[in-house]
């Protein structure tokens, strides 16, 4: 039997996702490396980044006015309204456009699509039944784990030791569930896309429970995952002063959510 992961063993979700499968999921060290390299390239020459989101319109227009079980995840930036009132433009942009980027590099990572940018927000999905051999639940809880990861050791000594700014925190939230697709008029190639659903919402609610640095998922993520996963998050239900609701027929029940236990 596994034993459960304790402060002392610096357990780690990508680590145990990758023992259980062949598919090369990510490699940490690569990816922090070259997180670093382009938000260099940013500082020292306007480094474009590469649009990121054409795989997720494929998908949706594919797929239109249709009904798809996925995990949610919404990651955004701490304090950003106040990184907006004291930093000049040029380097309130740099922050902005480099944490989305290399947020949404990490989705594409752990085979999820991002949907879109929301102001400091970036929203990804992660479809059920994809041709992958991790669920998709899985790789959104990981993906979470790596965002975390490449702000602390990746973004953040950039900023400190070659801008002379600030280091950043995000806060990150993740459901599961049904989400219907939308289209926004009648063009089949150029009409807007998007996700309609309860998990879009109840995603958003969760990550703005979160506190800096810290990954919260909703009861029906944490239901999907294995014991020895499960362990990796605390009930923190209890705790809250308004519990959320649960976004099904059953109106009178409590939503549980979890923490993630290691940061």
Do not use: W
């Not at 090369?24 to 020292?44: G, K, P």
């Not at 896309?193 to 609610?205: F, I, Y």
């Amino acid at each position: 039997m596994s034993s459960k992961p304790s402060k002392e063993q610096n357990p780690n979700i990508i680590d145990m996702l990758l023992s259980k499968s062949s598919e090369n999921t990510v490699d940490s060290a690569i990816l922090l490396e070259n997180v670093q390299t382009r938000v260099n390239n940013a500082l020292e020459k306007g480094y474009e980044y590469v649009r990121v989101i054409d795989s997720s319109e494929k998908f949706l227009r594919k797929n239109v006015f249709g009904q798809i079980n996925m995990a949610v995840l919404y990651v955004d930036i701490v304090g950003s309204t106040k990184m907006s009132m004291t930093l000049p433009s040029d380097k309130l942009s740099l922050i902005l456009s480099s944490f989305s980027q290399e947020m949404s590099y990490v989705i594409e990572q752990f085979h999820g699509y991002v949907l879109k940018f929301v102001g400091d927000a970036v929203i990804g999905y992660f479809v059920e039944n994809e041709t992958t051999q991790i669920p998709a639940a899985y790789n959104a809880v990981a993906c979470a784990e790596s965002m975390i990861k490449v702000v602390k050791q990746g973004i953040n000594p950039i900023l400190i030791e070659k801008a002379g700014l600030s280091e950043i925190s995000v806060k990150i939230g993740i459901d599961f569930g049904k989400n219907s697709v939308v289209r926004y008029g009648a063009d089949e190639q150029k009409a807007y896309v998007d996700l309609l659903g309860p998990t879009m919402n109840v995603a958003s609610k969760i990550q703005n429970l979160a506190k800096p640095n810290q990954i919260i998922v909703g009861q029906d993520i944490y239901n999907k995952l294995d014991p020895y996963m499960q362990d990796f998050f605390l009930d923190m239900t209890d705790e809250l002063d308004y519990p959320l609701q649960h976004h099904s027929d059953e109106n009178e029940k409590i939503y549980r959510v979890y923490r993630y236990k290691y940061q």
